[in-house]
């Protein structure tokens, strides 16, 4: 009997991709009576995997990707992988907010290369935004503003109004967080907050005749905020009163809405008025718990305290801002901890994945120089010493941003002289491929030796690199590793240092190195950061 499930199966994810997830989750609910069990399978299939997003659209991510992820691997098997960009990109961008951005974006760049392939642009709109999202978890909002401006420039068919609203938003939040880094009333920053402006007046002119108070509060902060910049204190005062009522109900935009106005009110000496919107910026923030907000708080905070004179003050909330960040700090590692399976599982998933789309290379191709065997290990496919000299030249300018880990698997020779030679051979293979797929596309992992890989991690520093690096740790420790051989347990021990200004390769890895040493002496299977 021939049925027409297979269409359903399309038409579910289909409305799916364009984010219509309640009604196709209706529609892959309905009964198939008759259908033959196996199309019958994949639109139950289809329920679960929309369920999990849905999930991860209510904040579930971890919940979320947990269902997404078998379902996802049926459906591709099923020969419907052109219909799940749209699934790709959501999770990236729960990876990117279970603490993994890196991961993240890679999930997401297979949404892009797949809406590319179909010039489906209002699926490549939405890719393109969420990778925008993780890049900003990264602090490279420079690659950020570049993906909205691309988004943005995509009229086949031309987003929806509230779409728009919300790319311009997105430009104009970035370009002011790259204008608030910049020396005040310089070229750039006076461009960057023109931009601001430009972006929030479009996107009020869109809004005219919109009763959409969250994203007319939204515009109206971003332009104030602008403003207040460019030292135009009354304008921006109008903007932020005429969106305080507005945002009422929408408890972040409303806190960093009254966190702008607070801080143009200390630029005009306003310091009573600035001192109540701040505290019930604070009180909000703890009651609807918006850590994000918090930093930002303080700084305005201390910064009033020290117009206004008050040393003691300047103290007092000096200290709180670093006790908030210390456990945050905290926070953000046992997240990275408590997360660390769901990684694991993402990177063998994507492992599948690479291996069933691995395309053909032209050898010519500059791009797949390191795949040249004077370049490269034979075991790993990383690049070797000598492609790392070729490889390294882009890290190592003088504006470049680099952090270096040297990575070195514990008891090797142990595990070798125990599970055997073949045994060791897979373990450097799976390690290699941990490391490879849970950084970006722009890092760079090298084999210097038996069992040791030296990282370089492109535009992080400080906090960031050691957060990076002990997940890796984490990631390596928690993969089934009994499926190489029974018994089978294998950690990491990470040195990780910040490349200073104009310092080379070699006292840079110097200091990783040292650092790698004290964590193998403190009891291995740790992450130690180089002075």
Known sequence: MINHAAGKV?????LAAKWQLTEALAIANEMHDGQVVEDGKDLDTCGVLIHGALLTQDGKHAEGIRDILPDLTQLEQRGYRNLLDWAYSTIGFSLGNLGNPEAGLKWVGQAIVGA?????ESQLRRSLSNRANLLILLDENEKAIAAYEKALSLR???PTINEEIEILNDLAFNYLHLARRIE???NQHVELVQKVVERARSALELLDTSSNNELVARSLENLGSALSMSDKFSEAEAAFEKALPLSEPYARIHVELLISYAWLLCQTHQYDKADSLLIHAYEKAQAENLEASMDRIFETRIQLELLAGKNAEVLHWSERRFRFMESQ???RLASIVSNAKIFVEFEQAQERQDESTEPNKDPE???HMWQDEDLHDELTGCPNKRG??????SFFTPEARTALAMVDIDSFKAIKDHFGPDAGDKVIQKVARILVDSLRDTDLVVRVGGDEFLLLLYGIAGE???GTCERLRSAVEHYGWGTIAQGLRVTASIGVAVRKENEGLDPTTFKADEAKQKAKASGRNKVIAGK
């Open 365 to 367: 191709d500059p791009s």
């Open 464 to 466: 960031a690199a050691w």
């Open 388 to 393: 790392l000299a070729t490889l390294s030249e």
């Open 10 to 14: 399309e038409q579910v994810l289909e």
């Open 116 to 120: 590319e392939k179909r010039a489906d």
């Open 156 to 158: 086949n068919p031309a």
């Open 184 to 186: 005040q009333d310089s």
């Open 329 to 331: 700090h905290q926070k």
